[in-house]
């Protein structure tokens, strides 16, 4: 994660707004080669009426999703953009282009972009620094690293609830490597499904002649990380998650580049609540815009349009995941800046045209999944209980606070600017070979040693792994502890095991651990070589605040407090 991330009703196929995300298109007429359009219609219409008006703009649907009454639709006509604009039925047209990324930078970016720092001698903690989190001992051979289990007591939660087989955790994410040990034992085949085709022009050359990559596979390797977390299995190999007994479920809907669609994300949430998931994790953040703002007088009226669309295609998919039972959990970004406060956009669009400044209006911009409705948002600390440099903030949007690592942690100690301050999760062998921390035979590289680890079966079934940081690792924490709560107080429903996500929230956020906020408020990181950017501002209590909102999850008061 590198942005940041409630509101409003499910939406019904007949009260729609349109939504299409891409290079807009020419106006002028004619054809061109074939492209693909999203397209959803205005309030009010039906579905029969919007295919109608689609057809004739110039487009052929090809795929409906009548949840949300989202069209995907192609044209080779030059002008269809503007042709559907034109229909009072619908809002516009827009050609697909992403709307969400999670980079796949997160590991190599403290080693990319160091800023010089000075680290005093020896392990004596300077005044103001705060000794480091520890792992858990006696459990995985690796969960000795896991320092994130021991802040939220997932170790201790293990002996009263490590997760019931019936709870399903939808990773929503560039996929999951189901070769490894550790997440094949939990991985659910029937449900998991790859809603995103590779693109050649971003993924490269496809893997399969479809195009479509195979269920239990990641080619991008952080959705990878982030199920490890949740649910790595606890079987004496490898690394164990916070709730080591539940089902994964791969919810494909980003590309291997890291970049998510429209389409791929809408349908990967109606996906999962029309399957009952209990839990789904969104890592990811939206694209091309860092804020999808309602009417930016800096943004072109197209661009206007594509964000209104944006927003509500989002909405009414998370509404709709909600009302279907789902806990939805997201990352609330590495952007270090407070939420309610947000700076000029000079990002965005990161995709397609040039970006170019753009003042954001807090109250009509929205940046998403996380400011979407019924999102639990997620900041990032790291093994002090400090909030990481990098992590957004700020009382409007954080529910929670959970272990996201945080590289530069433990200044003046032996442990300052170490990868074990970071998130240690299972990674695709394939991608770390890309990287070149793993040769051709599977074997770690030197260099590499340390920071990538492999553990292997009787059978020779290797896993590998390795660290990360951002609010991406962070917010698997907290939806693994959902998923724990579900395990502990969930019941049989018409629908099937589960427990109402408002309730699965409430606990969440009740049980967790309250942490106030820094004295003095602002929290500097210049001796950890960032910035004056950097300094954040924490406003609110110890109850709740702008850096923990209502606390740090802890998976063991969650499971032991009674609802």
Known sequence: MSKRFTVGGVATAAALALTVTGLVAPANAGTTSARTFTVVAKDGVSASTAIAEIKAAGGTVVSRTDAVGMFRVVSKRADFA???????????????????????????????????????????????????????????????????????????????????????????????????????????????????????????????????????????????????????????????????????????????????????????????GDKGLDVVNMSFYVDP?????????????????????????????????????????????????????????????????????????????????????????VSSVGPSGRKADYSNYGVEQISVAAPGGWFRDGYGTDAFRTDANMILSSYPKKVLQEEGSVDKNGNIVPAAEGSVFKQCTAAGVCGYYTYLQGTSMASPHAAGVASLIVSRFGGMTEAGFGLAPDAVEEQLTGTAAEHACPQPRTQTYQREGRSGQFNAYCEGDEEFNGFYGYGIVDAYAAVTTPM
């Open 289 to 377: 815009w860092l804020y999808n703002c309602t009417s930016n007088p800096t943004d072109s009226p197209e661009a206007q349009a594509e964000q209104r669309a944006i927003i509500t295609a989002m909405k009414r998919a998370l509404n709709y995941a909600h009302e279907h039972g789902v806990t939805l959990v997201g990352a609330l970004g590495n952007n270090h800046e407070d939420l309610g406060k947000p700076r000029v956009d000079t990002s965005s669009p990161d995709y397609g045209p040039a970006p170019y400044h753009r003042p954001i209006d807090n109250d009509t911009c929205l940046d998403l999944p996380v400011e979407g409705p019924h999102v639990i948002g």
């Open 82 to 272: 503007s042709r559907a604009a034109a229909s009072a039925k619908l809002v516009g047209a827009t050609q697909n282009k992403a709307v969400g990324h999670a980079p796949r930078a997160d590991r190599k970016l403290e080693r990319e972009n160091l800023v010089a720092a000075p680290n005093p001698q020896g392990s004596a903690n300077p005044k103001g620094t705060t000794a480091l989190a520890k792992g858990p001992t006696g459990l995985d051979p690796l969960d000795d690293k896991l320092w994130g289990l021991s802040m939220i007591r997932a170790d201790r939660a293990r002996a009263v609830e490590d997760g019931n087989t019936a709870v399903t955790v939808g990773i929503l994410d560039t996929g999951l490597d189901a070769s490894n040990p550790d997440l094949a034992a939990n991985f659910s085949w029937s449900l998991s499904k790859n809603f995103a085709p590779d693109m050649t022009d971003i993924d490269g050359a496809c893997e399969v002649a479809s195009c479509l990559d195979p269920v239990g596979t990641d080619d991008g390797g952080h959705g990878t990380h982030v199920a490890g977390t949740v649910g790595a299995a606890a079987n004496g190999f490898g690394v164990s998650g916070v709730a080591p007994g539940v089902t994964l479920v791969e919810l494909k809907g980003g590309q291997d580049s890291g970049y998510f669609f429209l389409d791929p994300v809408v349908n990967a949430l109606i996906h999962a």
